[in-house]
């Protein structure tokens, strides 16, 4: 993983196909307990940027840096100067001088691009408006644990064309499976990322969550209304009315399981039948992110 691009993780489109292949492999390794027993990080510390908060970005890269040999140092906007005016590329050259790598969860794509492009070290997004990309490798790395592969398989995505969407359109562009996403209109997927998915793989736009769901594998889906637009809940409740993920819905599928990135507003995006239910691995899911971000540190910050 050695590419200009793949210096740092901020969207899946950035790396290549075996380079991906090789993370999931790697983070399987790494759940299995054969990789980390002997520090591979041992005296080096990553920088944890939150503009956002986060329960499993924050703990599970926070643990995982423990558990590698390191140290993991949370600094949210309001305790370093990023809240009281200082420039992202004033920050980031700061920061090259102390820390061995970042990991910024924030708004702006554009934020963690300049970070990277002005800073001296790995800089990984934990999650912009735009994308969301360590989410989804873990999401990846749970649906290989289920089926064995990610060849010939069908994902549905029910709900906001957002950066969870976004990232299934980069991971299904990179994999090659078949994605179908389900979202009223007015709330679609960026288009860039559509149009490039669209040329890769089978990308289908649609609007009936039924239509996405049948025959799908996979069903996933996230909040209606997702951090910085609790303004906007209402309008979107009544939006998406008919975009819950219920048994109706998993029913179509072929025995599909089910995913969701957390938190979720059960009753909105998905009932507690399906969230609690047999075909749900969302907790597995969640477990993931460990495994996966400990993997991504160590293909970024190891000898």
Not at 169 to 180: C, D, K, S, T, V
Not at 205 to 216: D, N, Q, S, V, Y
Request: hydrophobic content about 40%; proline content about 3%; overall charge negative.
């Amino acid at each position: 993983m050695t590419g200009a691009r793949e210096a740092h993780f901020l969207s899946i489109a950035d790396w290549s196909r075996d380079s991906l292949d090789r993370l999931l492999d790697l983070a399987d390794t790494v759940k299995a307990g054969r990789v980390g027993a002997d520090d591979p990080l041992d005296g080096r510390t990553l920088g944890m940027v939150f503009a956002k908060s986060s329960t499993r970005t924050r703990v599970s890269f926070e643990v995982g840096m423990y558990q590698l040999g390191g140290h993991a140092l949370f600094l949210s906007s309001a305790d370093i100067q990023l809240g009281r005016g200082e420039t992202i590329s004033d920050t980031a050259r700061v920061l090259s001088r102390y820390l061995d790598a970042v990991m910024i969860r924030t708004f702006a794509q554009s934020d963690v691009v300049e970070f990277a492009e002005t800073g001296s070290l790995p800089v990984i997004n934990g999650l912009t408006d735009r994308y969301h990309p360590c989410q989804v490798m873990s999401d990846l790395m749970t649906v290989r644990e289920e089926f064995g592969t990610l060849e010939n398989l069908i994902v549905a995505w029910i709900g906001d064309g957002n950066n969870m969407a976004n990232s299934w359109l980069n991971a299904a562009a990179r994999f090659g499976f078949e994605l179908r996403l389900a979202s009223p209109e007015g709330y679609d997927p960026n288009a860039d990322d559509l149009e490039r998915a669209s040329e890769a793989t089978s990308v289908a736009l649609l609007r009936e969550p039924l239509e996405a769901a049948r025959g799908a594998h996979v069903v996933t889906t996230d909040v209606w209304a997702s951090m910085g637009q609790e303004e906007e809940a209402e309008r979107r409740r009544r939006a998406f009315r008919g975009y819950r993920v219920d048994s109706d819905v998993m029913a179509v599928s072929d025995d599909a399981i089910f995913l969701h990135c957390l938190p979720a507003h059960r009753g909105e995006e998905v009932t507690d039948e399906v969230m609690d239910g047999p075909r749900s691995r969302v907790w597995d899911e969640a477990e993931n992110r460990l495994h996966l971000q400990k993997a991504l540190l160590l293909a970024l910050m190891a000898d």
